[in-house]
Nanobody, 126 residues
Framework: VQLQASGGGLVQPGGSLRLSCVVSDLALASRRIGWFRQAPGKEREGVSCIRTETGWTDYGDSVAGRFTFTWNTARNILYLQMNNLKPEDSAVYYC????????????????????WGQGTQVTVSS
């Protein structure tokens, strides 16, 4: 199983980035899939999640209205479109997936997630 995140970089405040996460050797049916981030000295924070099949989607309060999480089911690729970026969005961003579940909703609790990508750095600075 491999989750490969990419797309991070340096962007000015107000700019946009799109992160991608290629998921290999893991069927995403009946799972929660999510994006998380961790800044230096801070705890890992839930950014967004999707519950596959039901389509239930959730966003952290700090990113709601600016970030959009989508999932290409045919190619098994996750995307995180990030708009109107702020310096406080700077962090390493991780994609993740849970073990299979019957629960209909997703959750932003990182302890629920079992499979993790290696992370991609996002820096928002002028």
């Amino acid at each position: 199983v491999q989750l490969q995140a990419s797309g991070g970089g340096l962007v000015q405040p107000g700019g946009s980035l799109r992160l991608s996460c290629v998921v290999s050797d893991l069927a995403l049916a009946s799972r929660r899939i999510g994006w998380f981030r961790q800044a230096p000295g801070k705890e890992r924070e839930g950014v967004s999640c999707i519950r596959t099949e039901t389509g239930w989607t959730d966003y952290g309060d700090s990113v709601a209205g600016r970030f959009t999480f989508t999932w290409n089911t045919a190619r098994n690729i996750l995307y995180l479109q990030m708009n109107n970026l702020k310096p406080e969005d700077s962090a390493v961003y991780y994609c993740a997936a849970t073990r299979q579940t019957l629960l209909p909703r997703c959750a932003l609790d990182h302890t629920d997630y079992y499979y993790w990508g290696q992370g991609t750095q996002v820096t928002v600075s002028s």
